[in-house]
C-alpha cells in the first residue's frame, strides 16, 4: 500500500486537516492506543462521503469516531485512516421542544445546553463522556433512561452514500443496542430529540445531584471507558465482580476500580494489551464462578493478527 500516494490523494479530496502517525491515545477516554497512519478531523458531511468513498475504492481500513469512550484501540499502528468528527460536525439547534444535534457533539454538552433552556429529557446523559453519535449507536443510558427514549429520527449515511433519515421504530432499539450495530457501513450524521418543558433550575438541580454522586461512586478522575460491561438480567455486573473478589485487581497500569468494579481504569501507565487482558480475566473469572458470560460495551479496535 502506497502511502504517501494515499497521502496525496486525501489532501486533493479536500475533507479536513490531515494528521499523519496520530496517537491515538489523544482520542480516547482510555488514554491508550497506537497511532493512525492518517487521522482527520472531517470539516463537512460532504468531506465525510468523499473520504469513505476513497477508502472504500482503495480497500483502505477506516473508522469513523467521535469522543472515543467506547473504543479500545491496540496499541499498535492503526494502517488505515480514522475520521474524527470532534472539530466540524458539533452543530446544535433548538426549536421549542425539538432539539437537533450532530454526531459530534458531547452528550454531557448537550444535557447542560438543553437544561439551560428548561429542555428536559437529557438529565439522564449528564454524566456520560461520549458524542450523540456513540450514544445512539450504543442507546446509551443512566437512572433507568436511554437516549431512545427522546430520539425522533436520525440521518444516516449509508453504503450507498446516500443519506436517510430512520424514525425511531426504524432504529431498532433495545438495551445497548441500535440498528447501527448491525449495519457497520452506516454513519450517523444528525439526531433530532422531543424534549419536555421544565424550569431550568429543577433540572440543573438534577444534573447537580447525579453530578455529585457520580464523583462520589465512580473513578471520575481516572482515565476509563465508563461501564465495560453490559448488565445481565438477573443483577448488575460490578455484583459478579465484587463476588469475584477482583474490586481493585490490576494488570500493569490498569485496574478494576476500587471505586466502582465495573470500571477499568488507566493509572496513567496501562498499555491497551494491560486493559484487554483484564477485561478478560473479569470475564473468564465471572464465568468460571458464576457461568454468567458478561457482555462488553467496550468495543476492540485493530487486534487482529
Not at 473478589?245 to 494491560?274: C, M, T, W
Request: net charge neutral; aromatic share 12%.
Amino acid at each position: 500500500m502506497n502511502f504517501d500516494q494515499i497521502y496525496f490523494d486525501l489532501i486533493d479530496l479536500n475533507i479536513g486537516e490531515i494528521l499523519e502517525n496520530e496517537p491515538l491515545y489523544k482520542h480516547t477516554t482510555f488514554k491508550v492506543g497506537g497511532p493512525a497512519r492518517y487521522f482527520i478531523y472531517i470539516k463537512d458531511i460532504e468531506g465525510l462521503k468523499r473520504g469513505i468513498q476513497y477508502c472504500r475504492d482503495h480497500s483502505i481500513k477506516y473508522m469513523v469516531i467521535g469522543n472515543g469512550s467506547d473504543l479500545l484501540f491496540s496499541d499498535k499502528e492503526y494502517q488505515g485512516v480514522i475520521f474524527s468528527l470532534m472539530k466540524h460536525l458539533k452543530k446544535v439547534s433548538m426549536n421549542g421542544l425539538t432539539i437537533k444535534a450532530h454526531a459530534g457533539v458531547g452528550m454531557i454538552y448537550l444535557a447542560y445546553e438543553a437544561a439551560k433552556v428548561g429542555l428536559s429529557g437529557f438529565e439522564f446523559m449528564g454524566g456520560i463522556p461520549g458524542t450523540i453519535g456513540g450514544g445512539i449507536y450504543m442507546n446509551a443510558g443512566a437512572y433507568k433512561y436511554c437516549i431512545s427514549d427522546v430520539f425522533v429520527s436520525a440521518l444516516i449515511l449509508n453504503e450507498k452514500y446516500e443519506v436517510i433519515t430512520l424514525n425511531k421504530e426504524e432504529m431498532e432499539f433495545s438495551y445497548r443496542h441500535s440498528i447501527l450495530q448491525d449495519h457497520k457501513d452506516w454513519i450517523l450524521l444528525e439526531a433530532t430529540f422531543t424534549m419536555s418543558p421544565r424550569d431550568p433550575k429543577d433540572i440543573m438541580h438534577v444534573l447537580d445531584k447525579r453530578k455529585e454522586k457520580r464523583m462520589a461512586s465512580q473513578p471520575w478522575n481516572f482515565a476509563s471507558a465508563g461501564s465495560v460491561f453490559r448488565n445481565p438480567d438477573d443483577k448488575p455486573a460490578w455484583k459478579y465482580i465484587d463476588e469475584c473478589g477482583l474490586r481493585g485487581y490490576e494488570i500493569g497500569g490498569a485496574q478494576v476500580s476500587p471505586k466502582h468494579s465495573n470500571f477499568i481504569v488507566n493509572n496513567g501507565y496501562a498499555s491497551a494489551k494491560d486493559i484487554l487482558e483484564l477485561i478478560l480475566l473479569v470475564e473468564k473469572t465471572v464465568f468460571d464462578q458464576f457461568k454468567v458470560e458478561l457482555q462488553k460495551e467496550v468495543i476492540l479496535v485493530n487486534w487482529e493478527k
